[in-house]
């Protein structure tokens, strides 16, 4: 290789240098022109006034206007014996009444039912004494983990009203179908639920399946 070879190559390597450079001064100007404008950090929120009754008493609320009903009652009034399950409208964990209505509350914006009276599992008893679907769910054994249980009661107590409970076993399955249990405990939530309307005799299952005792061991 001679002096004048050496020469070149180094012009050659200074070039490519420069241009590798200048392309990514360029590819960084077009970044800066093609990326988005920067994303404010704080969501607009829209606070809105809902007056509801709930479980007989009237209240006024100041929230964000995407608060959830079911959001409304755990996090805002901690009244927590509404369940959260899916929070998609799915499992039904989160029914509760709404003007006598079953509603999903993880659907329910809050600030769409101003004025409207809703009933949750906390409003169901009478002081000491249990509404008669909680005995009835105590008597049946109709729930295990007990999370869907609220949801349960909430819609049971809707179909016994609607007058789907009593017609038939078919009729109130079907109209509790939105409930789910990942415990399977369907056919005691049904005899629950039927007994409840009288459409089925009382029957207690102590009394029909008495406790174990050490004599009947084998
Ligand atoms: Fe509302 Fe599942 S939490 S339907
Ligand atoms: Fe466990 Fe129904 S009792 S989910």
């Known amino acids: 290789m001679n002096h004048s070879d050496d020469v070149k190559r180094r012009d050659f390597l200074k070039g490519v240098g420069i241009a590798a450079a200048t392309s990514g001064i360029v590819a960084a100007q077009e970044g800066e022109r093609t990326s988005p404008p920067p994303v404010s950090k704080q969501p607009a929120r829209l606070m809105v006034r809902?007056?509801?009754?709930?479980?007989?008493?009237?209240?006024?609320?100041?929230?964000?206007?995407?608060?959830?009903?079911?959001?409304?009652?755990?996090?805002?009034?901690?009244?927590t014996g509404t369940k959260k399950g899916c929070d998609h409208g799915a499992c039904g964990a989160c029914t509760v009444l709404v003007n006598g209505r079953r509603v999903l509350s993880c659907l329910t914006l809050a600030a769409t039912i101003d004025d409207d009276q809703v009933e949750t599992i906390e409003g169901i008893s009478n002081g000491e004494s249990l509404h008669p679907l909680q005995n009835a769910f105590l008597r049946c054994d109709a729930y295990q983990c007990g999370y869907c249980t609220p949801g349960q009661i909430m819609s049971g107590i809707a179909c016994i009203e609607e007058g789907h409970a009593a017609k038939s076993a078919e009729e109130a399955r079907e109209w509790m179908s939105g409930n789910l249990c990942r415990c399977s405990a369907y056919p005691n939530i049904l005899a629950a639920v039927r007994q409840t309307a009288g459409a089925e005799a009382i029957r207690d299952p102590a009394i029909q399946n008495p406790p174990m005792t050490t004599e009947m061991l084998p």
């Not at 809902?50 to 009903?69: M, Y």
């Open 50 to 79: 809902t007056t509801l009754t709930l479980n007989g008493k009237k209240k006024s609320f100041d929230i964000d206007s995407r608060t959830t009903l079911i959001d409304l009652l755990r996090e805002n009034e901690h009244m």
